[in-house]
């Protein structure tokens, strides 16, 4: 839970740091995402820039689309990969609600646990991508498992930070919700980087 505190605090600052290209490729990128085919090379952007963020190496708009150009493959069989399994489970879920058997309640619930098992550790695959040897959509979906079995607190430290600057900005100024995407980015590289220092161990002497 700590790494995610952490994780939080320095999104904080790399959020002021950056706000100039943070806001500007966010509401951009935002943009782009409503017409829904983009959203992979959004994601892209938004997580390779997070990465250089995170670096302390500077990013330009330039940057910010090569990153969606190069990166743009794996995020478009990532997202496929999400929606697919997604889409399945809450069809399963919606078919066992719809039954009259006793068994059938305690199968949906099962289902629900399922899907919320499945997208939790999801915004950490995109910056494993970015971090690991091995680029593999399998490598990075194991990894993230592996780094939210370890510390399930952190990331759900992340997903309640989204949710709750999700609701009052729905609120109050529902265009700046198209900065969530590069939140997510900025929170589950910080994450993500704090997790993998934490399991590397100190160094050998």
């Given amino acids: 839970m700590l790494d995610g505190i952490r994780a939080l605090r320095l999104t904080a600052l790399d959020f002021w740091e950056e706000s100039f290209i943070v806001l500007g490729t966010g509401l951009v990128g935002g943009l782009l995402s409503l ?43 990532w997202m496929l990969l999400v929606v697919l399994v997604s889409v399945i489970l809450a069809g399963n879920i919606a078919f066992y ?5 006793s068994w059938a309640a305690p199968v949906s619930w099962f289902m629900v646990s399922l ?8 915004p950490l695959v995109p910056a494993l991508y970015f971090r690991q040897a091995d680029r593999r959509l399998r490598v990075a979906l194991r990894n993230a498992a592996v780094l939210t079995l370890t510390d399930p607190l952190s990331i759900i430290v992340l997903w309640l930070a989204l ?10 100024a529902w265009p700046l919700l198209l900065l969530l995407p590069v939140m997510m980015a900025l929170l589950g590289t910080r994450l993500v980087r704090l997790r993998l220092k934490h399991l590397s161990g100190p160094p050998q002497s």
């Fill in 97 to 101: 609600q719809r039954l009259d058997a």
């Fill in 115 to 122: 899907l919320g098992l499945w997208l939790l550790p999801q």
């Fill in 163 to 172: 949710i709750v600057l999700a609701i009052p900005l729905g609120y109050i």
């Fill in 35 to 77: 017409l829904l085919l983009p959203v992979p090379f959004v994601l892209a952007a938004h997580y390779g820039s997070a990465e250089r963020i995170t670096e302390e190496r500077i990013v330009t708009w330039r940057i910010w689309l090569q990153c969606g150009r190069k990166h743009a493959p794996f995020f478009y069989k």
